[in-house]
């Protein structure tokens, strides 16, 4: 009932803007670095966060997964990540891809560049089906096996995705660095135009197709996927009450079918299809709200 309530009155999406606006707030909290362009070296810089947020970036109080993923697999003798991993394995038996839905800045992003009124670009089902897997690629090549087995004449590595790949790190931690420290702009060479290019490209496709970086590229979104199935925070779709309206699917920013695939890999539990769903089928699956509906 309560879960019922919630969906039906759309509460929700206020409560899912506040979420995604506290949690960017809150992994890049350090103001200070805004203003003179350093980036901060505090004690949470020991610290993993569980979202997609570079750790260069002035703002940031915490160290990037990804990147801190891809220094340890590079140190020289290849220490296995145990901390790194216990961390990502930790949110995703929690939440699951709910951290892609509700608490990643990057995906916050990409949300308010899809609210830009443009005509929708529909990727044909196919090369949908296939472009979904480059995630899982970039996760395998970039993330893992080039940093743990490609190593450089000191005998560490390069962190092959946070340096050739991630837009995330140049929009959040190379265009703040430039643009509040002059003496940085004659080092930005190809390689930073490259970032920007595919940062171009990245912030493009947010605004033509919805959730296009976590769709098809992110790696951290591809870790996360792998916890969908057995993650605690679920949702629940109840096919008796389905009306099949198809509402659900025309508001889901990963352009699935919320009642065939629940808790599928794709699914980032937003909670928009419970939002948009007139008949309450969909809601979200909480052991807290449960219990509450049950006493």
């Not at 033509?208 to 925070?233: E, M, N, V």
Request: charged letters at 15%.
């Amino acid at each position: 009932m309560h879960r019922d309530r919630l969906n039906r009155s759309g509460k929700f999406r206020k409560i899912r803007h506040v979420i995604q606006i506290c949690s960017a707030v809150f992994f890049n909290g350090y103001i200070a670095g805004l203003r003179n362009g350093r980036i901060f070296t505090g004690k949470t810089k020991l610290f993993c966060v569980p979202v997609l947020n570079c750790y260069s970036c002035p703002a940031a109080l915490g160290a990037c997964p990804i990147g801190s993923l891809q220094a340890v697999l590079g140190t020289a003798g290849g220490r296995f990540p145990f901390y790194v991993l216990g961390i990502l394995m930790l949110f995703g038996v929690i939440l699951g891809r709910a951290v892609c839905g509700l608490l990643c800045p990057f995906g916050l992003l990409q949300d308010l560049l899809s609210r830009i009124p443009v005509r929708k670009v529909s990727v044909p089902g196919k090369a949908d089906c296939l472009l979904r897997y480059v995630k899982y690629v970039i996760l395998t090549l970039f993330v893992i096996l080039l940093p743990a087995f490609f190593t450089d004449g000191t005998g560490g590595s390069v962190p092959w995705f946070c340096k050739f790949i991630c837009p995330a790190g140049t929009l959040e931690g190379g265009i703040p660095l430039l643009i509040l420290n002059p003496d940085l702009r004659s080092l930005a060479g190809p390689l930073f135009m490259w970032k920007m290019l595919l940062l171009a490209v990245t912030v493009t496709g947010a605004i033509f197709i919805r959730r296009f970086f976590c769709r098809y590229l992110c790696p951290l979104g591809a870790f996360y996927s792998l916890f969908s199935k057995f993650s605690l925070i679920r949702m629940k779709a109840d096919r008796a009450s389905c009306i099949e309206c198809g509402k659900c699917s025309e508001v889901c920013p990963m352009s699935i079918d919320p009642v065939q695939q629940i808790n599928g890999t794709e699914c980032i539990l937003c909670g928009r299809c419970g939002d948009a769903c007139p008949s309450s089928a969909i809601s979200y699956d909480l052991p807290v709200l449960t219990e509450s509906s049950r006493k």
